[in-house]
């Protein structure tokens, strides 16, 4: 994976390690033990997690305007969505060449996974608040995949500062039963559309508040007894092999939530398996709210328990 593929650090019998960081999967939408922390944490590569666009911008005004000056004729991106080219990298060629890249799947192979997901924010922000069936009924293959993955596995809540919380516990998902069903192709698409949909509401939000809006991930380990199908991986891990290069300096801290008390002493020797850009924002944490609930759905239904929920994220970061 180059960023996150939330393939999913999973146990069996002792321990059959987790894949990367995040994969997308379906939406609705600190203190240490040494004490606080703020802002220490780097969402991605280049900025602390809330950091003001227009400071991060100062930085990387020179390449940002090269950028603009590579796009083709007919092609608009935000400001935000360069900036966060600019801090992948920063040197101007390896950007333009990135942004070409990037351009090149979404214009090409990766067209209607990108216009299904505008639509799709379009009609759930029509009524100035947001309808996730609209963006769960336009994603890719959803007859099939809905019926495997939704908010009782997966969602995305939003922080009091406007990040997004993507939160997924992979032990609700029946892998083996999707894939029957669907292929690997259908499950990295459906997986690149719901990382589309954040990337959409992300860039909004940061140009709406001028503050950089990231994807925090917390991957709840609850119940995981097993490693996942390896049809499955393969989709995780072909949508995530795509991410840095798609949607760079998106992702913020990946947290590691509810690891098996018999696992906790080995978090030293876990950390190590993951990428090292994902080394970098990783945290394993005990998070008593998410652990407390059978299903992720009241995240959802109730605004005491995403209430609840949302200030435990707070905690949890560095």
Same mark, same amino acid.
């Given at each position: 994976?180059?960023?996150?593929?939330?393939?999913?650090? *999973?146990?069996?019998?002792?321990?059959?390690?987790?894949?990367?960081?995040?994969?997308?999967?379906?939406?609705?939408?600190?203190?240490?033990?040494?004490?606080?922390?703020?802002?220490?944490?780097?969402?991605?590569?280049?900025?602390?997690?809330? @950091?003001?666009?227009?400071?991060? %911008?100062?930085?990387?005004?020179?390449?940002?305007?090269?950028?603009?000056?590579?796009?083709?004729?007919?092609?608009?991106?935000?400001?935000?969505?360069? %900036?966060?080219?600019?801090?992948?990298?920063?040197?101007? #060629?390896?950007?333009?060449?990135?942004?070409?890249?990037?351009?090149?799947?979404?214009?090409?192979?990766?067209?209607?996974?990108?216009?299904?997901?505008?639509?799709?924010?379009?009609?759930?922000?029509?009524?100035?608040?947001?309808?996730?069936? @609209?963006?769960?009924?336009?994603?890719?293959?959803? @007859?099939?995949?809905? #019926? !495997?993955?939704?908010?009782?596995?997966?969602?995305?809540?939003?922080?009091? $500062?406007?990040?997004?919380?993507?939160?997924?516990?992979?032990?609700?998902?029946?892998?083996?039963?999707?894939?029957?069903?669907?292929?690997?192709?259908?499950?990295?698409?459906?997986?690149?559309?719901?990382?589309?949909?954040?990337?959409?509401?992300?860039?909004?939000?940061?140009?709406? &508040?001028?503050?950089?809006?990231?994807?925090?991930?917390?991957?709840?380990?609850?119940?995981?007894? #097993?490693?996942?199908?390896?049809?499955?991986? #393969?989709? %995780?891990?072909?949508?995530?092999?795509? !991410?840095?290069?798609?949607?760079?300096?998106?992702?913020?801290?990946?947290?590691? %939530?509810?690891?098996?008390?018999?696992?906790? @002493?080995?978090?030293?020797?876990?950390?190590?398996?993951?990428?090292?850009?994902?080394?970098?924002?990783?945290?394993?944490?005990?998070?008593?709210?998410?652990?407390?609930?059978?299903?992720?759905?009241?995240?959802?239904?109730? $605004?005491?328990?995403? &209430?609840?929920?949302?200030?435990? *994220?707070?905690?949890?970061?560095?």
């Amino acid at each position: 994976m180059r960023s996150f593929n939330l393939a999913s650090l *999973v146990v069996a019998g002792i321990v059959a390690l987790a894949t990367r960081t995040p994969g997308a999967k379906a939406f609705i939408g600190g203190r240490s033990a040494g004490g606080r922390q703020t802002s220490r944490l780097q969402a991605a590569s280049g900025y602390k997690l809330g @950091a003001k666009k227009e400071g991060v %911008l100062v930085n990387n005004r020179y390449v940002v305007e090269a950028l603009e000056k590579a796009l083709p004729d007919g092609v608009k991106m935000s400001e935000v969505a360069l %900036l966060r080219f600019a801090l992948q990298f920063p040197d101007a #060629k390896d950007a333009e060449r990135a942004l070409k890249s990037a351009l090149s799947w979404r214009q090409g192979k990766g067209k209607h996974i990108v216009d299904a997901a505008a639509d799709a924010v379009a009609k759930a922000t029509a009524d100035g608040g947001w309808d996730n069936e @609209a963006v769960r009924d336009a994603a890719p293959h959803a @007859a099939i995949i809905n #019926k !495997y993955i939704g908010p009782k596995s997966v969602i995305t809540l939003s922080t009091d $500062d406007g990040d997004l919380v993507y939160v997924i516990r992979a032990s609700a998902i029946d892998d083996k039963k999707l894939m029957d069903e669907a292929t690997v192709e259908q499950v990295c698409d459906f997986f690149l559309y719901a990382k589309e949909v954040h990337n959409i509401v992300a860039n909004a939000r940061s140009e709406q &508040t001028g503050r950089m809006c990231s994807v925090i991930f917390a991957n709840d380990i609850s119940g995981v007894r #097993k490693a996942p199908d390896r049809r499955f991986s #393969k989709a %995780l891990t072909s949508s995530s092999d795509q !991410y840095e290069d798609l949607y760079p300096s998106l992702a913020g801290p990946t947290m590691i %939530l509810n690891l098996p008390f018999v696992l906790q @002493a080995f978090v030293g020797l876990l950390k190590p398996l993951f990428p090292k850009s994902v080394q970098e924002r990783l945290v394993f944490k005990r998070a008593p709210v998410l652990a407390g609930l059978k299903e992720l759905t009241p995240l959802a239904t109730s $605004d005491k328990t995403k &209430t609840s929920f949302v200030k435990e *994220v707070k905690t949890l970061l560095p």
